[in-house]
């Protein structure tokens, strides 16, 4: 009987023991479940304040929506004024002149902006087949008077190259142009600037007559080598041509002609904007 009771009393030490670890856990696990608690009572809370924060977020989005179509419609209405000034300005703040042929709203200068009308930059390239703009000889001495060089896609982006209100002119418009001014034949010497300051002589049958001043700001071809600074002018149109390639303009330093022809994307000509 001793052994048994010897055994007995070690069977209710071990109880004993197991009764306190017990006692010992159940208070931790109240003691997680309170934390749990806390926890579950914070997420709920910062739930609730990320709900605020999201509604006050769409507030802020509507209220710069609001702003954004305000803003835009007093830079169309700043720019309408200009123009009834002779000026219009792009989104870097390049100030440029224009001019009426017959029912048409012409720039006196090319596009030189570095800048999408959303405020985007346009990218700077060096090579023909990149997507951007660059000066002549990559030098920005060339920016004035001869504007920037534009690959045709960043020509036609959907964030819009030319101010607010302009546009890049289709070649309807400029068959238009050329028609007002009696036809290829002989557009091209009354959108010259006159005389031999930047274009080469001979300058052939160059008036300006139509105040428009086209410069032989020159080209960058799909070599991406610099050409025909002081002998043409070549601009986009905004438009593919049915045949492939795209259309593009080119007046000449030699005749009076004002070619509009089916080019390569991957050239790299000057920009006039036309009022919308």
Not at 13 to 38: D, E, P, R
Not at 235 to 250: C, D, L, M, N, Q
Request: proline content about 3%; some cysteine.
């Amino acid at each position: 009987m001793s052994s048994i009771q010897a055994q007995l009393i070690v069977i209710v030490g071990q109880i004993a023991t197991l009764n306190t670890q017990l006692a010992a856990t159940n208070s931790n696990v109240s003691n997680i479940q309170s934390q749990l608690a806390g926890i579950i009572l914070q997420i709920t809370t910062l739930n609730t304040q990320l709900a605020a924060t999201n509604a006050n977020v769409t507030s802020i989005n509507d209220q710069l929506i609001a702003s954004n179509a305000q803003l835009t419609n007093l830079l169309f209405q700043f720019n309408a004024l200009l123009t009834q000034l002779g000026l219009v300005i792009d989104i870097d703040g390049n100030a440029y002149h224009t001019v009426t042929i017959g029912t048409q709203v012409w720039m006196t200068e090319n596009l030189k902006t570095t800048k999408f009308r959303n405020g985007d930059s346009i990218p700077y390239f060096f090579k023909s087949y990149g997507r951007g703009y660059c000066w002549y000889n990559n030098d920005i001495k060339n920016k004035n008077p001869y504007g920037a060089i534009y690959n045709f896609y960043t020509a036609t982006d959907s964030r819009g190259l030319c101010p607010l209100g302009w546009h890049i002119p289709t070649k309807a418009e400029w068959t238009t142009l050329s028609n007002y001014l009696g036809g290829n034949s002989v557009a091209g010497g009354k959108l010259k600037e006159a005389g031999t300051v930047h274009w080469q002589s001979p300058n052939t049958g160059a008036t300006n007559e139509s105040g428009f001043t086209a410069l032989p700001s020159g080209a960058k071809d799909c070599a991406s080598n610099f050409v025909n600074k002081g002998l043409n002018s070549q601009f986009w149109t905004s438009e593919p041509a049915i045949s492939g390639g795209v259309y593009a303009v080119t007046i000449f330093q030699t005749n009076t002609q004002l070619a509009i022809g089916q080019g390569f994307d991957c050239n790299n000509y000057s920009v006039r904007c036309i009022k919308d």
